[in-house]
């Protein structure tokens, strides 16, 4: 069982940058792929960003690719979000996902964890 806890939303103004970050639980960290993805109201699941358990590969929505960066530090069992050149239509709830393969990608189906979820906001 693993235990994932998003953290680093919040209200932003267009332009602006945040980090999210994703604490995970257990010691095996480092064998879960990981990925983010976004739900805005009135829409369904979107995917954002995958890391591989090694993080030597990585994927990105069309939407956040250029401005948005995944990474991990397995020595802390967290993964992150940088997110950059923030938009309006960027807000949602983000949810860490972690996966027991070693690469997800973007297919949430792919993805057997999930957490409860971080609040951003981007006003104009």
């Known amino acids: 069982q693993v235990q994932l806890v998003e953290s680093g939303g919040g209200l932003v103004q267009a332009g602006d940058s945040l980090r999210l970050s994703c604490a995970a639980s257990?010691?095996?960290?480092?064998?879960?792929?990981m990925g983010w993805f976004r739900q805005a109201p009135g829409k369904e699941r979107e995917f954002v960003a995958a890391?591989?358990?090694?993080?030597?590969?990585?994927d990105y929505g069309e939407s956040v690719k250029g401005r948005f960066t995944i990474s991990r530090d397995n020595a802390k069992n967290t993964v992150y979000l940088e997110m950059n050149s923030l938009r309006p239509e960027d807000t949602a709830v983000y949810y860490c996902?972690?996966?027991?393969?070693?690469?997800?990608?973007?297919?949430?189906?792919?993805?057997?964890?999930w957490g409860q979820g971080t609040q951003v906001t981007v006003s104009s």
């Open positions: 996902a972690a996966g027991n393969r070693y690469y997800s990608g973007r297919n949430s189906g792919l993805y057997d964890y």
């Open positions: 257990g010691r095996t960290f480092s064998s879960y792929a």
């Open positions: 890391i591989s358990w090694s993080g030597g590969s990585s």
